[in-house]
């Protein structure tokens, strides 16, 4: 069974970091892409970045490029996200998901995943 869940979340202040973590299981990442999503009350899920099994090319939105950076452990069947010089607007629960079908070009799109985590709060206080 494919489960998915995701940890590390917390209240930090803007500027600083949190590392959260998705923990696999009844699958290998060896075989499935991992790619983090959000969503803040009152807004749309975003793709937040995504790591590619193929070749381990990583995708990240705009909003977090050069702040976030996402990483795997395959012995650990475990993926990363580390963020860092964060930002109110970064508030939001945080997901984890898996697909059978990825492709980079939609890596953001969330109706393409089949297998999400419970999610994990991260609150970035001024």
């Known amino acids: 069974q494919v489960q998915l869940v995701e940890s590390g979340g917390g209240l930090v202040q803007a500027g600083g970091s949190l590392r959260l973590s998705c923990a696999a299981s009844?699958?290998?990442?060896?075989?499935?892409?991992i790619s983090w999503f959000r969503q803040a009350p009152g807004k749309e899920r975003e793709g937040v970045s995504s790591?590619?099994?193929?070749?381990?090319?990583?995708y990240y939105a705009d909003s977090v490029k050069g702040r976030f950076t996402i990483s795997r452990d395959k012995a650990k069947n475990q993926v990363y996200l580390q963020m860092d010089s964060l930002k109110p607007e970064d508030t939001a629960v945080y997901y984890c998901?898996?697909?059978?079908?990825?492709?980079?070009?939609?890596?953001?799109?969330?109706?393409?995943?089949?297998?999400w985590g419970p999610g994990t709060q991260v609150t970035v206080t001024v």
């Open positions: 998901a898996t697909a059978h079908v990825w492709y980079p070009s939609t890596w953001y799109s969330g109706k393409n995943y089949d297998y």
């Open positions: 009844g699958f290998s990442l060896d075989h499935f892409p």
């Open positions: 790591i590619s099994t193929v070749d381990g090319n990583t």
